[in-house]
C-alpha cells in the first residue's frame, strides 16, 4: 500500500458545518461546545468593537 493510499488523519478540531457527529464521543462533543461558544463570544466582541468604531466615524463626519 503507497502511501498516499492511506486515509488522511483527520484533524478532529477542525469544526465542519453540517458535519456528521455521531462517531464524536461526549467529551469530544462537549469541547466542540465549548470552543463554539467561545468563538461566538470572540465574535460579539468584534462586532461591538466595530460598532462602537463605526458611531465614534459617523459622529465626526456627521459634525463637519
Given at each position: ?9 483527520r ?54
Open positions: 500500500m503507497f502511501e498516499d493510499d492511506a486515509p488522511a488523519d484533524d478532529t478540531s477542525a469544526i465542519v458545518p453540517g458535519e456528521d457527529l455521531s462517531e464524536f464521543s461526549i467529551e469530544a462533543l462537549e469541547a466542540r461546545k465549548a470552543a463554539i461558544l467561545e468563538e461566538i463570544a470572540r465574535i460579539e466582541a468584534m462586532i461591538a468593537s466595530k460598532q462602537s468604531g463605526r458611531v465614534a466615524a459617523e459622529s465626526i463626519f456627521r459634525k463637519a
